[in-house]
């Protein structure tokens, strides 16, 4: 089993930072996927950016905002956002994968004021 737990989340002005960590535990193997999707009210879930040992890969809409990085000695991956928007508004939530398995973290809420 595999434990994913966020933090970093919260209220910020447009224009502003954040940045979003998350801490995996538990069986953890090399050659994971981690990743950051996001799910706003009333939309379904979606990928923001996720992150290999083969590259990162981003959505259209945080390219040149958002950068994905992983600390693979702490299990840990980063998501950086910058120049954030109100249309960024949600509940982002971590993710591993890891051949047919699957891991989400609970979540944690961004929310950008205008």
């Known amino acids: 089993q595999v434990q994913l737990v966020e933090s970093g989340g919260g209220l910020v002005q447009a224009g502003g930072s ?13 050659g994971n996927v981690m990743g950051w999707y996001r799910q706003a009210p009333g939309k379904q ?16 809409s945080v390219k040149g905002r958002f950068t994905i990085s992983r600390d693979n000695a702490k299990n ?4 950086q956002m910058n120049s954030l928007k109100p249309e960024d508004t949600a509940v982002y939530h971590c993710n591993l994968k890891w051949g047919f398995d699957v891991y989400w973290g609970q979540g944690t809420q961004v929310t950008v004021s205008s």
Not at 76 to 79: A, D, E, H
């Open 45 to 60: 879930r979606e990928l923001v950016a996720d992150i290999t040992s083969g590259g990162r890969n981003y959505a259209d």
């Open 18 to 30: 954040l940045r979003l960590s998350c801490a995996a535990s538990g069986s953890i193997f090399s």
């Open 76 to 79: 840990t991956v980063y998501l």
